[in-house]
């Protein structure tokens, strides 16, 4: 049984998604110890053992340790199977962290696959669903990957209530590695602004603020409002966040920012504009969040890929650190931690 320490580099919830899905699709078992043991409340929340569940229903596997509170778990799994699944995190708990477990392992299932996951849609500290929507399920595709998702209703901090379902029809049960260092030239903007349980100004603002921090690019920007009537809005909320992706010569870029109680709608969209700035000038074609989400993916692709990112985040370091220890493919990187970076990464795909 292989022994991951839950406490190497970012030292938090990325690891344990990480090491369960590796360990679904190359049969590994693992038990990782020292959960989260880097946060000030170590140990599983109820999105972490949402995702550790669901990851054991798909793939038959038999778990210890399975608790809220719980610092260390064995994961033991069996085969991959398609169906209709549905979960529930019970909380505001991030929906897009538990689908970073999940996607992964249900690309090898035996047959179509559905997930309906309920939980946190648009929360701190988790892609917004915007992002797995506009600029995930591009780079994915581009491995061969493809998926559909509805966003049946948002769900913010502190109420959750989001409800987000996911279509697998053709798993590819593998991936095609990829030669994807510069972004190239920025072509145009898109965005969605949005805000629920609250007045439309809110999303406008925050769209206007990102339209005009953008405006620098000298590219076409279009950011869309979404907003509910005054009792049509099925959301619990309150809540709004705005999502930014940029299309390029040869890639998509994201930025995001949430709203929260005291922070100005224009602050949010400046925020967002700002994070997608940033990566854009680095001439990387994967922005700081999509260059960590991709590492396993590269890992478990036929053959060798190199791939550039924005800024090789404490994230991106501890998923090279876990391929290298699950799966033993070898990755090279030129560039430092928090600076851009070029990952060669040789895939081997689960036999």
Known sequence: MLVIDGSYGEGGGQILRTAVALSAIAGVDVRVVNIRAKRSEPGLKRQHLTGILAAAEVCRAS???AYVGSTEVVFRPGSIRGGS??????????VTLVLQT???????ADSPVQLEIRGGTDVPWSPPIDYLRFVVRPHLARLGYSFDVE???RGHYPRGGGVVRVRVERPPRGFNPVDLVEAGRALSVRGLSHCVRLPRHVAERQARAATEELRRLGVPVTVDVEWYEEGRDPHLGPGSGVVLWAETER???????????????????????AKLLE????GMAYDRHMGDMVVPY?????????????????????????VQRVLGVEVDYRGELDRPVV?????????
Do not use: C
């Open 102 to 108: 999940l996607l992964p392992i249900v690309a090898f």
């Open 343 to 351: 990952l060669r990464i040789r895939g081997r795909p689960p036999r």
């Open 63 to 65: 778990v210890e340790g």
């Open 251 to 273: 890639s998509v870029l994201g930025g995001d920012a949430l709203g929260e109680r005291g922070k100005p709608a224009e602050v949010v969209g400046r925020e967002a504009a």
């Open 85 to 94: 699944y549905v979960f529930d995190v019970g909380t505001a708990g991030s």
């Open 279 to 282: 990566d854009l000038g680095t």
């Open 298 to 322: 590269l890992a478990l692709a036929d053959g060798e890929s190199v791939a550039g990112l924005a800024r090789l985040t404490m994230h991106a370091y501890t998923n090279i650190w876990l």
């Open 151 to 153: 966003l049946v209703r």
